[in-house]
């Protein structure tokens, strides 16, 4: 819990930092994102420090089972809003490909994982969401796995610069399906 805590002290100075540098000439106030409401400007920098975390367990994370969940995650972010169009496919498979902690596994075996996923959501959102969770729940067995699950699905929802309500809720999901706290990634 500890170390969850250092996160979210590193990503406020990170935030307070960036606010400070914006000075007059920034564009609008701080956190008056796009839609994004309070929280656009804390959750970018949370992706920031999230991701390098991430960077850092990425000896420990070579397991199928953080794996397959990682994939299940992406698949449940990338079809968070019910859908997912050919260009957001693609835009996801190219950010799980570019993902460091992801290169411990070959290429081909994310894009099977990653599109069964999604061709299961496109068919049938609600079974595909079910097998989605079901294979994220897998990863419960050792926590610091679970949590990169949910910081790589949190990663690539951020991508943008946005995370998108739908994503945030299927975000909080599978901490629920990994019993971890959503607070813990300012969900």
């Known amino acids: 819990m500890a170390m969850w805590d250092r996160i979210k002290d590193q990503a406020k100075g990170l935030q307070q930092q960036s606010q400070g ?15 994004s409401g309070s929280g656009g400007g ?12 991430l960077a850092s367990l990425k000896t420990e994370l070579k397991s199928g089972a953080y794996r397959d969940a990682s994939m299940a995650m992406c698949a449940l972010v990338a079809a968070a ?4 169009d050919p260009a957001e496919r693609q835009h ?6 570019q993902n460091d902690v992801l290169k411990n596994f070959p290429p081909e075996q994310l894009q099977t994982r990653f599109n069964k996923h999604v061709d299961q959501l496109t068919f049938n959102f609600q079974q595909g969401k079910t097998e989605a969770m079901q294979e994220i729940a897998k990863a419960a067995k050792k926590p610091m ?8 699905g949190f990663v690539v929802a951020g991508a ?3 995370i998108a309500p739908a994503e945030e809720q299927v975000l909080r999901e599978a901490c629920a399906a ?5 607070q813990e990634f300012g969900l």
């Open 42 to 53: 804390s959750k970018a920098q949370l992706v920031g420090v999230l991701k390098s975390q």
């Open 81 to 84: 809003d019910g859908s997912v």
């Open 160 to 162: 943008d610069g946005y």
């Open 145 to 152: 796995e679970a949590k990169a699950v949910v910081q790589t």
């Open 178 to 182: 990994l019993g971890l706290s959503p």
């Open 92 to 97: 996801v498979e190219s950010l799980i490909l």
């Open 21 to 35: 540098a914006r000075g007059s000439g920034g564009h609008g106030r701080p956190g008056q994102g796009s839609g």
